[in-house]
């Protein structure tokens, strides 16, 4: 009784930051740091050293010690996949034929992290969470629903084969179990039996570095790939399309912190790659010079951050002079407005 209140009061908490009710903006981020798939992968895809990414090292710390603890106790995404397989019962041994998918994932995940350009890590369950609330605060299109999709899919995966999710997919609860076999490779007698249905944890082996060898190689085909130009504007700070697109979680965070509705989940129009990653939409305003909220918040370092000064003399992209709407060009008239305005 004593977990599950706790777990309660623990995803109010998550939906609480992932509404980003409280006024400090980089409480944000600050709640997918939890994961070290995003902060601790994140930070290394991005050759950075972030603050945020220490959020991430007592995850990691606990599992060493006890298995899965996150997954049990806070985990919000787990709460919920949990309460979708109750409800089908008679279901609730049908994932234990499946293969590990999870742990295919993370190797892949570390490889393409390795390479600058982290597949899947999306796939995070503290990202999937977040997204679903940040996509009601865009304007209702396709992309957003498909932003909040991740949620809705994962509760509908738990409810036909409960336990599913979280034993055989997600790549947090896939690290954890490798941190714990590990430990137990160190010392088997330490190691607590898992309770019934728990895959067990295995040590690294010829398949995992295959695993991770072909996330590596993956990625680099796709960062030369994107090397072509882009023809979409992506939030202040970016890093290039060819590390971006594989960085961004499309949690949605730097979405939902736009004071100015300007960012919204990208709905194809950089390709499939960049499907539901941020895009700058100038139809009805524009990027306010003195903001920088969406560059605090981001979990993986796929946008910079920024203080206001940097920002303000941060290219987001290359601009172009339609002439027919130019009055200097149109009319012959003086005008010096753009001039004026760049910074």
Known sequence: MKRTWIRILSFGVAALLALQ????????????????VLSLLGAW???TAM??????????????????????WLCPVGLAAETAGRLHPAARRRFARWPNLGRGLLLVLVGGAAAGYPLFIWLDPLSIFNGFFSAWKTPPAWSSGLLA?????VLLLSWFAPQAWCQRVCPLGAAQDLLAGLRRLRKPAAVPIPPAGTPAP?????????????????????????RLPSRVVRPPGAL?????????????????????????????????T?????????????????????????????IERLDLAAKR?????????????????????YCMVCHEFCP
């Open 240 to 272: 290039p399309e060819d590390r971006f697109t594989g960085l961004c979680a499309r949690c949605g965070a730097c979405i939902h912190s736009c004071p100015y509705g300007i960012l919204r989940p990208d709905a194809g129009d950089s390709g499939l």
């Open 313 to 333: 003399n941060r290219a987001m992209g290359l601009a172009e002079v339609d002439r027919n709407r130019c009055i200097a060009w149109r009319d012959g008239e």
């Open 51 to 72: 603050l945020s990414m220490l959020l991430g090292l007592p995850i990691l710390i606990l599992a060493w010690f006890h298995s899965r603890w996150f997954c049990r």
């Open 149 to 153: 999709a991740g949620l809705p899919l």
């Open 45 to 47: 895809a991005a050759r």
């Open 202 to 226: 295995a040590a690294c082996t010829r398949r995992d570095f295959l695993g991770i060898a072909a996330g590596g190689a993956a990625a680099l085909g796709l960062r030369r790939f994107l």
């Open 274 to 302: 960049g499907l539901l990653a941020p895009v700058a939409d100038y139809s009805k305003a524009h990027c306010f010079e003195f903001c920088n909220e969406c560059t605090q918040v981001c979990p993986t370092g796929a």
């Open 21 to 36: 009710v409280l006024p400090w903006r980089p409480a944000a981020a600050g709640f997918t740091s939890f994961s070290p």
